[in-house]
């Protein structure tokens, strides 16, 4: 058994929005500092991070649209980074580029827009060829936007709105991180320590009540089926409503007992305790069905002890029967570019090309405004591939192929990552804008990013503009 496998023995750490900025007229001022910290993950032995403030997840933004915000990164750490707002539309090139890289000494002002809608984005290192060790070592962090829509729903909130960041690492019997760069791993880091919000297996004390669940998969490799057991009945699955994914709220609650979450996703969920007072309840990860091996332990990720008294009933009735209009892609039944994810010639490649060859990498020209249905494709049985393409919202249309087809709480929701899981083809829609400018699209295994699963798009009519499309970043 795995020595730290004891469940619930360390609370959960918060991740929230403690983060305060300095405030002028119209917009917003934070400073964050990447820095090492030593962390206690093994009672008593010190594992070495590098986190966004020194803490791992980094602190979490609390925002609310309209009000822009703009973030100096001062990068105190011993390699470069780039930081990217995962969610975001911000504009080419400013937001994570691989190679528009800070250097140690240095700092990089960031600005965000913050106009869409409520979502819960995640910022995170993304400098070219070392993002999984920079997000594995800390850093990755909430950053959560607002609305009066959302907010005028009745959702849980303040205290009981969590954001909730799973990770998956590996650890040296010394109780350091496992270093995936200097072990030459090159194509998935799995990780048997299942932590949430830095804490492994941690437990939580909950009310009888509704809570408001921010999941995201901040692993550099593991995916997860989650579902939840009272201890008392173990063998039935709790149901609980799926309400917001990558992009915002779904159309209306989607009532599952398993939540699929690959890296990068976002699923905002609805626990309802009060049937549930003095129990425990077990969140459980299906694990091989799941994860592409069978580390022991895998199997658990967090405990809920519910207590006996509610101390806040606010914002704890029934759910709206509708959430919000989501603004979906118009329909389109022909496809307009197929990519597929593969291994081959020892690299991670999508369609051949890999991001280190900068006179190929440019693959897709799609127009500003225009409506496009991309088919992707994971042949392979192997692997996963969660697939983010930077900028654009889509829905998934289809997906055939593996065992799964659109998930039910996936039908009405807007992503930015879909989980590509062995054999699947998924078909995703969406409209190309709102800005002209280069774009990266990626497997978010991390370590397959980084060896060199990566492509570009450029959203633009570039020949009409007269551009070097291979070279040039476009900044309208
Ligand atoms: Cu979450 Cu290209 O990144
Ligand atoms: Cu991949």
């Not at 609390?62 to 822009?68: A, I, L, S, V």
């Not at 470069?80 to 539309?89: E, F």
């Not at 303040?158 to 030459?184: F, T």
């Not at 008392?232 to 609980?240: A, E, H, L, S």
Request: glycine fraction near 8%; aromatic fraction near 12%.
């Amino acid at each position: 058994m795995h020595p730290l496998l004891l469940l619930a023995l360390f609370p959960l750490a918060e991740a929230k929005g403690w983060l305060s900025p300095v405030s002028y007229d119209n917009i917003d001022y934070y400073e964050i500092d990447i820095k090492p910290v030593d962390i206690e993950i093994y009672p008593g032995k010190k594992a070495r991070h590098v986190g966004y403030n020194g803490t791992v997840p980094g602190p979490t933004f609390k925002m609310k649209q309209g009000r822009e915000a703009v973030v100096r990164f001062i990068n105190h750490a011993d390699r470069a980074n780039s930081v990217h707002l995962h969610g975001s539309y911000s504009r080419a090139p400013f937001d994570g580029w691989a190679e528009d890289t800070t250097e140690p000494g240095q700092y990089k002002d960031y600005y965000y827009p913050n106009a869409q809608a409520a979502r819960t984005l995640w910022y995170h290192d993304h400098a070219v060829g070392h993002t999984a060790e920079n997000a594995y070592y800390g850093q990755a962090g909430f950053y959560i936007l607002e609305d009066d829509q959302k907010n005028s729903l009745g959702l849980p909130s303040g205290n009981y709105d969590i954001p909730l960041a799973l990770a998956a690492k590996r650890y040296n019997a010394d109780g350091s991180l496992w270093d995936p760069e200097a072990n030459g791993e090159t194509t998935s880091v799995f990780g048997d320590v299942i932590q949430v919000n830095g804490q492994p297996w941690p437990y939580l004390a909950v009310e009888p009540r509704k809570y408001l669940f921010r999941f995201l998969d901040t692993s550099v490799s593991r995916s997860f089926q989650l579902y939840a057991e009272a201890d008392k009945k173990v063998g039935t699955r709790i149901p609980f409503s799926v309400i917001g994914s990558d992009a915002g709220l779904l159309a209306s609650p989607v009532s599952t007992t398993q939540l699929d979450i690959s890296m990068a996703e976002r699923w905002e969920v609805v626990f309802d305790f009060s049937s549930y007072a003095g129990q425990n309840i077990t969140l459980k990860n299906t694990g091989n069905v799941a994860a592409d091996d069978d580390f022991d332990g895998t199997d658990r990720v967090m405990r809920f002890m519910v207590g006996n008294s509610v101390s806040d009933n606010t914002n704890n009735g029934p759910l709206p029967a509708t959430l919000r209009s989501v603004p979906l892609p118009p329909a389109k039944t022909t496809v307009d570019r197929s990519y597929e994810f593969m291994r081959s010639n020892g690299e991670w490649q999508v369609n051949n090309v890999v991001w280190s060859d900068v006179q190929d990498r440019v693959i897709a020209k799609p127009e500003r405004g225009a409506v496009e249905r991309w088919e992707l494709v994971n042949s392979a049985g192997g692997w996963s591939h969660p697939i983010h393409i930077h900028l654009i919202d889509f829905q998934v249309v289809s997906r055939t192929g593996g065992t799964r087809g659109v998930l039910p709480y996936e039908q009405t929701a807007l992503k930015d990552v879909v989980w590509l899981n062995k054999n699947e083809k998924v078909q995703v829609l969406a409209r190309y804008g709102p800005w002209d400018g280069l774009y990266m699209f990626h497997c978010h295994n991390l370590i397959h990013e980084d060896h060199d699963m990566m492509a570009a798009l450029n959203v633009t009519a570039l020949k009409d503009l007269g551009y070097d499309e291979k070279t040039t970043f476009i900044d309208p």
